[in-house]
């Protein structure tokens, strides 16, 4: 089991899978503390997101996500040569994050365990922007800054132009995609017969 946890759960350029752990390695974790610090995340995020975007917008905008933070991560792994597998839904946090963070960036936000210290949610998405961004730029390994900032920026983007582009005019695709299926059911592809 461990294999095929390492081969199609962490995400590697240089793995023989690559697609598949794209997606896959968001739904994998370290350890139990790795889990519960993401799905805490999530959980703080996730109202203020489907309010914004509606359950289903959510759900293809979070693995959309987790796909696009791996391929930056990719990319930079490349880029640098240093092939270490990555695996966690942080990159696909980011988006959800970063997406809350600049529709909203007068929000109040506050650290856990410091209560008592508040900043706006413009604030924060900045100084993790900033902490990533040096994170990757000086080889820091604690955590795959590409796959955050590649979250991050990909969140900003949606909530700024991609909902426009992208779930406003998905009309015409998803009528296409019946047209399509109705014309291959009615040819015997497998479909019901009236």
């Not at 365990?113 to 990533?132: E, H, R």
């Not at 080889?139 to 406003?168: C, P, Q, S």
Request: aromatic fraction near 14%; charged fraction near 15%; glycine fraction near 8%.
């Amino acid at each position: 089991m461990r294999r095929v946890m390492f081969t199609y759960f962490t995400s590697d350029p240089s793995s023989r899978a690559l697609c598949s752990p794209m997606l896959l390695s968001t739904f994998s974790h370290f350890s139990l503390f790795h889990m519960a610090a993401n799905m805490y995340v999530l959980w703080s995020f996730s109202s203020s997101i489907v309010s914004l975007l509606g359950c289903e917008q959510f759900i293809a905008v979070y693995l959309s996500a987790g796909v696009i933070s791996t391929f930056v991560s990719y990319v930079a792994k490349m880029a640098t040569g240093k092939f270490e597998p990555s695996l966690g839904a942080s990159g696909a946090i980011m988006t959800v994050l970063a997406a809350v963070c600049t529709k909203m960036p007068e929000a109040k936000l506050a650290i856990i365990f410091l209560p008592m210290f508040t900043f706006t949610a413009g604030n924060a998405l900045k100084a993790i922007i900033a902490f990533d961004t040096a994170g990757l730029a000086l080889g820091w390994r604690l955590f795959d800054h590409a796959a955050h900032l590649g979250g991050a920026l990909f969140g900003m983007w949606y909530v700024t132009y991609g909902h426009e582009l992208i779930w406003k005019n998905r009309e015409p695709l998803v009528k296409a995609w019946h047209e399509m299926r109705t014309k291959s059911t009615g040819k015997g592809g497998g479909g019901k017969s009236n």
